[in-house]
């Protein structure tokens, strides 16, 4: 398939850090695309803050589809649509966990739109098991000793690990 005809989505999000439930929406929705991007958005851009660095974000998010050239890794600053519109993809992707997810995600797909016309939001629902599941959760059990292997992959684990020091796992 030629680079005109591949059908490129940006994933955007924080992934501070990657869990199990992003990489399942990753995987999901390579079902239909030929390639995923995914963008991990600053923290300027988001006013949140963060656990692990930009960088590290991403060598782990790296680690996570080693196996997937289909995937690439990328960093945006600013708005979404313009990254989206400069990686020449039109599709974003987003979990939506539960009805509480949606009301958010709802208006960011319409503004997104508004912004961008051209633009489609497609909401992939993760596996059950990781419906509850949130990046912010995993920082918070992790920073506190928690359990979180059934969360996260191996090399996320480690991560953590090495930031709080040895978990009870
Ligand atoms: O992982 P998150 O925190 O749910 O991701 C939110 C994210 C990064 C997708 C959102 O904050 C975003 O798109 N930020 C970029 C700035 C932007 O485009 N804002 C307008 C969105 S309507």
């Given at each position: 398939m030629s680079a005109q005809t591949e059908r490129t989505a940006i994933y955007p999000g924080s992934f501070d850090p990657i869990t199990?439930?992003?990489e399942d929406i990753v995987r999901r929705a390579l079902?239909?695309?030929d390639r995923v991007r995914v963008a991990v958005a600053h923290r300027r851009t988001q006013k949140k803050d963060g656990l692990f660095p930009i960088a590290k974000r991403i060598e782990?998010?790296?680690?996570?589809?080693a196996d997937e050239p289909r995937v690439s890794v990328g960093e945006f600053e600013g708005l979404l649509v313009d990254f989206a519109q400069?990686?020449?993809?039109?599709l974003i992707i987003r979990g939506l966990r539960a009805v509480?997810?949606?009301?958010?995600?709802?208006?960011?797909?319409?503004?997104n739109r508004q912004l961008w016309p051209?633009?489609?939001?497609?909401?992939?629902?993760?596996?059950a098991r990781y419906s509850f599941l949130s990046a912010s959760l995993v920082r918070e059990i992790a920073s506190l000793r928690g359990d979180v292997s059934d969360f996260v992959s191996p090399h996320?684990?480690?991560?953590?690990?090495?930031?709080?020091?040895?978990?009870?796992?």
């Amino acid at each position: 398939m030629s680079a005109q005809t591949e059908r490129t989505a940006i994933y955007p999000g924080s992934f501070d850090p990657i869990t199990k439930g992003h990489e399942d929406i990753v995987r999901r929705a390579l079902g239909f695309v030929d390639r995923v991007r995914v963008a991990v958005a600053h923290r300027r851009t988001q006013k949140k803050d963060g656990l692990f660095p930009i960088a590290k974000r991403i060598e782990l998010i790296r680690q996570s589809f080693a196996d997937e050239p289909r995937v690439s890794v990328g960093e945006f600053e600013g708005l979404l649509v313009d990254f989206a519109q400069r990686s020449g993809a039109r599709l974003i992707i987003r979990g939506l966990r539960a009805v509480s997810d949606f009301e958010y995600e709802f208006q960011m797909a319409l503004m997104n739109r508004q912004l961008w016309p051209e633009v489609e939001t497609v909401f992939l629902a993760p596996d059950a098991r990781y419906s509850f599941l949130s990046a912010s959760l995993v920082r918070e059990i992790a920073s506190l000793r928690g359990d979180v292997s059934d969360f996260v992959s191996p090399h996320v684990l480690d991560a953590l690990n090495e930031r709080f020091g040895a978990a009870a796992t």
